[in-house]
């Protein structure tokens, strides 16, 4: 089951890894980096290095924030709303003519299964068109005063400037479009670093934008460390906004760096995210539904469904079934036929993962395992659910970041909306069920900023995603994102 030298999609990804430009890429041109540290890039299902990047830091950083400086201030402030979203579009078409080709790097580089990487390009294509249509429609409102004799208002919507954006590994390609796609449509310019973990589809895209005709300076795209790069951009006096995705710890370090330049800040962070089986729930499609939750890309995912709360008439006969599904799923390397669950992003992360579960274990946890590669050298972790847990235990509480899935049993429903939301956490939950009546109220009744029901991971354009509590600050995706990205100004007429 390990990844095998003789698929062709893994040739292939491996090759095009190797004509990518490795540079940072500023002021529309690719540059050496100013200090020459580079980022050695692995395949996570062998461990191997597949690419070596060059990695920014400060002067590099500093150097990209002028360049984004001078575009915002030059030719990108110069440009249509009309304009904006045609370079948008085209490249949107750009992405999608070379989509597979990015699919395939998206997988070797991230380890997630080829079909998950092709959706993920999908997707951020999507969200490159939304954006484009909202570009020349960033209206102002006109305004009544309710006080103000002889006086009209008006508003209008400005972008905020120089804007950095520090993006994760877990789906490079579509966090870098839901970060660019708004800001660039509203008038900003970008500084963009991606994870020194997956930058090869950043590095990709910053090609077609080149092709595409942006103004230089108004994307810039420098893989980097997050202490030397990703600290750089929180904290430089000239960006104005920060945008983050990525844990609450780095979350909050951004946070206090920005407040200290009054920068703008937008977070997308964490989650314990409760999947909750009612009484009246379709057993397998339950079943079905919860392990999405949990096991899609490895886990690796914000919104992960890691804590289940089914209820006692349906407990056993869910708990068995999802024990059998977690022993059939099929783990392997992203580019490997036939691979369900691809391998955990790094060593680090694999032993995290690890670390949490074994301490359940031996705080008293039941534990229920499926298989792994046996001879590989990936950062391989088997499908896994954890079971007999106290409330307030730590694999309960905190967030795993990997496939492991807590299973709760309860007996009240009015209760598991209150349980569910003792949590420092509130970005997702999904119910599964039939009584809409219980749906909707118990949806109503729940801290998160998306709920899905009978279905899990559905993300549109059009809808905001974000979190409550430590989750995070703002709302990406829909027109709520365009609030991320812009200032307003109130103009106030006395007609004397
Ligand atoms: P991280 O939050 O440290 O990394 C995310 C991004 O932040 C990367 O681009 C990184 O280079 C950058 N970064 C790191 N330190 C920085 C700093 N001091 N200043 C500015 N930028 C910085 O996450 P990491 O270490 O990769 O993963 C640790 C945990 O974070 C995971 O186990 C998971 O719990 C959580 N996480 C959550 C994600 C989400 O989608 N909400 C995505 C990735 C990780
Ligand atoms: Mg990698």
């Not at 339950?286 to 349906?314: D, M, P, W, Y």
């Amino acid at each position: 089951m390990t990844a095998q030298l003789d698929a062709p999609d893994l040739q292939r990804a491996l090759a095009l890894a190797t004509v990518i430009d490795t540079r940072l890429y500023i002021g529309g041109r690719y540059v050496a980096p100013a200090r020459s540290e580079t980022i050695e890039v692995l395949d996570p299902a062998t461990a191997s290095v597949i690419a070596t990047v060059s990695a920014a830091t400060a002067p590099d950083i500093d150097a990209a924030v002028h360049a984004a400086r001078e575009a915002f201030r030059g030719p990108w402030s110069r440009l249509t709303p009309s304009a904006r979203a045609t370079l948008l579009r085209r490249l949107a078409d750009r992405l999608e003519a070379a989509a597979e080709d990015f699919a395939l790097v998206e997988s070797l580089d991230n380890g997630k299964p080829l079909a998950l990487a092709r959706g993920d390009i999908a997707a951020s294509i999507e969200v490159f068109r939304y954006y484009a249509g909202w570009a020349d429609k960033i209206d102002g409102r006109s305004v009544t005063p309710s006080t103000m004799t002889g006086w009209q208002g008006y508003t209008r919507k400005k972008p905020i400037g120089v804007v950095g954006q520090i993006i994760p590994w877990n789906f490079p390609l579509n966090m870098a479009s839901w970060k660019l796609a708004p800001a660039l449509a509203t008038g900003n310019t970008v500084v963009l670093k991606p994870s020194e973990l997956t930058p090869l589809t950043a590095l990709m895209l910053a090609g077609l934008v080149d092709e595409c005709g942006f103004p230089p300076g108004v994307v810039n795209i420098v893989p980097g460390y997050g202490a030397g790069a990703g600290a750089a951009l929180a904290q430089h006096p000239g960006v104005d906004k920060i945008a983050f995705t990525g844990s609450v710890e780095t979350g909050r370090s951004i946070g206090h760096a920005a407040v200290d330049s009054m920068k703008r800040v937008s977070l997308e962070l964490g989650g314990k995210s409760p999947t909750i089986v009612l009484p009246d729930a379709d057993v397998e499609s339950a079943i079905a539904g919860v392990c999405h939750a949990i096991f899609t890309n490895q886990g690796e995912v914000c919104t992960a469904g890691s804590r289940a709360f089914v209820h006692e008439k349906l407990y056993d006969r869910v708990l068995a079934g999802i024990i059998a599904r977690i022993e059939s799923i099929t783990v392997g390397g992203g580019l490997a036929p036939g691979t369900e669950m691809g391998p955990l992003i790094s060593a680090a992360q694999r032993d995290k993962v690890d670390g949490f579960v074994e301490r359940a274990r031996t705080g008293g946890a039941t534990v229920y395992s499926g298989a792994t590669p046996s001879d590989s050298a990936g950062f391989f972790y088997p499908p896994t659910v954890v079971a007999d847990v106290a409330r307030t235990s730590e694999i309960a509480t905190q967030e795993v970041f990997g496939p492991v899935l807590v299973v709760h049993r309860y007996t009240d429903a009015d209760d598991v909306a209150a349980w569910a939301n003792d949590s420092e956490f509130g970005l997702a939950a999904g119910i599964f069920g039939r009584d809409i009546s219980a749906i909707m109220t118990l949806a109503d009744r729940l801290d998160a900023g998306s709920v899905w029901v009978n279905g899990y991971h559905g993300v549109d354009p059009t809808m905001p995603f974000g979190g409550f509590k430590s989750s995070g600050w703002g709302r990406e995706l829909g027109p709520d994102a365009l609030d991320l990205y812009t200032e307003t100004t109130a103009v106030n007429v006395c007609l004397g």
